[in-house]
């Protein structure tokens, strides 16, 4: 089902081109809708997870080449191909190794179900930069997190850069959408904010790893964390530093983190 095209305005290919992240999102339905993975080695990684693949985009000597065994595996989907001095003129597209795939969404699990055998879990809250997005999920899959949550003012995990970022291991990490943190109480969670405060504990306090089921909540890097939300958290944490160095990048704050309170 390889297409040939010869210009961007094809709406055959306006998932890829033209769309933004909020038309991917409600392409095929409310419920559902599509995102675009970029590069062999992420498009592997979430067909592996079970992603369904809509339509693949790539230069003309990728269809031989680093796209063939994507090809191969998805018989039935349409594959786009033009020149490369065509497809270059999307944005970005240079930085994709010339192959982009546009997928369906799994439906949203519950917290529920994600949390069922969960003891370490990563609580996003309105953090909306995709990078630092991308590199908390790769932290969470590296160091053990079993599960991330985000409240809905963060960035969706499935945008482009996002996706990119993370190396695909936003497939790979149990993920969903928070609304209420009374939520994790009654699953049994306790929740370590980290922010700097007075009555805040040292990320090494013992009392932390000793917990069984622990939420850690990272917020984002220029507000913060809401009051409100540290007041509610069971633990409020601090990262030991030094050189009066007050905090970090939220991505590396939520690696250091995930490493000293990982499960062991």
Not at 175 to 192: E, I, R, V
Request: with cysteine; aromatic share 6%; glycine share 4%.
């Amino acid at each position: 089902m390889i297409q040939e095209i010869t210009s961007l305005q094809d709406e055959r290919i306006a998932m890829f081109s033209s769309m933004t992240e909020a038309q991917l999102r409600n392409r095929l339905n409310a419920e559902q809708g599509i995102f675009i993975a970029e590069s062999p080695k992420v498009i592997h990684v979430a067909l592996k997870a079970g992603y369904e693949p809509t339509a693949l985009l790539c230069e003309q000597k990728h269809i031989d080449g680093d796209a063939a065994a994507i090809i191969e595996a998805c018989p039935s989907m349409p594959v786009y191909t033009g020149s490369r001095e065509l497809l270059a003129q999307l944005t970005g597209y240079t930085l994709t190794r010339g192959v982009l795939c546009a997928m369906k969404r799994k439906p949203e699990p519950s917290i529920i179900d994600i949390l069922e055998d969960a003891h370490r879990v990563c609580v996003i809250d309105a953090v909306c930069d995709t990078t630092n997005i991308g590199a908390i999920f790769r932290s969470a899959a590296a160091l053990g997190i079993d599960a991330v949550l985000l409240t809905r003012s963060s960035c969706d995990p499935l945008n482009r850069r996002s996706i990119r970022v993370s190396m695909g291991t936003v497939f790979l990490v149990p993920w969903t959408w928070l609304d209420d943190y009374a939520s994790l109480s009654k699953l049994g969670f306790k929740t370590a904010a980290m922010a700097l405060s007075d009555n805040s504990i040292s990320l090494d306090n013992p009392i932390l790893k000793a917990q069984d089921r622990l939420a850690v909540i990272m917020g984002t890097e220029g507000e913060g964390l809401p009051q409100e939300t540290i007041d509610k958290a069971d633990f409020t944490v601090r990262i030991p530093m030094q050189h009066d160095v007050d905090s970090l990048n939220v991505a590396a704050a939520a690696a250091v983190a995930f490493w000293e309170l990982r499960e062991t």
